[in-house]
């Protein structure tokens, strides 16, 4: 089907572990965003990326890494999970850079 | 700093009673101001983008409009299935997407 899909759905993992969220989208948006979303807060910016190999940081970008070498991936790493880390993460993609939002399912990252 | 702000929280409405949820936002430079719909375990839904002060714009039972300093979605006679989360955000001038969400108003419509 075409759109955004986020994997995995659910993923458990320790403190100091290596994580990737994986991210692909369909559309051939230009834009790609990484989301985090915790009770309390609305939806941070974590990283985005304008284009292919063009990634900038959004408003939470520490303890996170960003990769776009293809237009339809845009794959989220936390390179040594911590415990605030522990969130439901929300890749998205948008057409320019003021357009709509369109977000995957969503991914919930326990970090014990 | 941006702040935006959405009130109530949660909103009990039985099926038909119509309301509206509030987006108040304290920013510098609009670019637009979306609503999204989020229903537990999915990302958010994009539903309207509003530009400027007394623009609306409608979708079946919902309504949104926008003044200088808040927009409003309203609801007129709900359904059950239009009980999710609506979030309010806005955008800003800015050198990257510069999007400031609010927190949501749970809305639960009862039969």
């Known amino acids: 089907d075409a759109g955004i899909t986020q994997s995995p759905r659910y993923k458990i993992t320790e403190t100091g572990r290596q994580v990737t969220l994986m991210c692909h989208q369909t559309?051939?948006?230009?834009?790609m965003f990484w989301y985090r979303q915790d009770l309390g807060h609305g939806l941070r910016l974590i990283y985005y990326?304008?284009?292919?190999?063009?990634?900038d940081k959004g408003e939470v970008p520490d303890g996170y890494v960003v990769s776009r070498s293809k237009t339809e991936n845009f794959p989220l790493t936390l390179e040594s999970a911590t415990r605030s880390q522990t969130s439901v993460y929300f890749c998205?993609?948008?057409?320019?850079?003021?357009?709509?939002?369109?977000f995957g399912s969503g991914t919930q990252l326990s970090v014990l | 700093e941006d702040q935006v702000t959405q009130s109530p929280e949660a909103l009990r409405l039985q099926e038909g009673e119509s309301s509206s949820l509030n987006c108040s936002y304290t920013?510098?430079?609009?670019?637009?101001l979306f609503w999204y719909r989020q229903d537990p375990g999915k990302g958010p839904e994009f539903l309207f983008t509003?530009?400027?002060a007394g623009e609306e714009k409608e979708k079946e039972r919902l309504k949104a409009t926008l003044t200088k300093k808040e927009s409003f979605l309203h609801i007129t006679a709900p359904k059950p299935e239009d009980s999710a989360t609506y979030l309010c955000?806005?955008?800003?001038?800015?050198?990257?997407?510069?999007?400031?969400f609010g927190t949501g108003t749970k809305l639960q419509v009862i039969p």
């Open positions: 998205a993609s948008s057409l320019s850079l003021n357009e709509k939002l369109f």
């Open positions: 559309w051939s948006h230009s834009y």
């Open positions: 990326s304008a284009a292919a190999d063009i990634t």
């Open positions: 920013v510098s430079g609009l670019r637009g």
């Open positions: 509003l530009y400027s």
């Open positions: 955000a806005v955008q800003t001038a800015g050198g990257y997407q510069k999007v400031t």
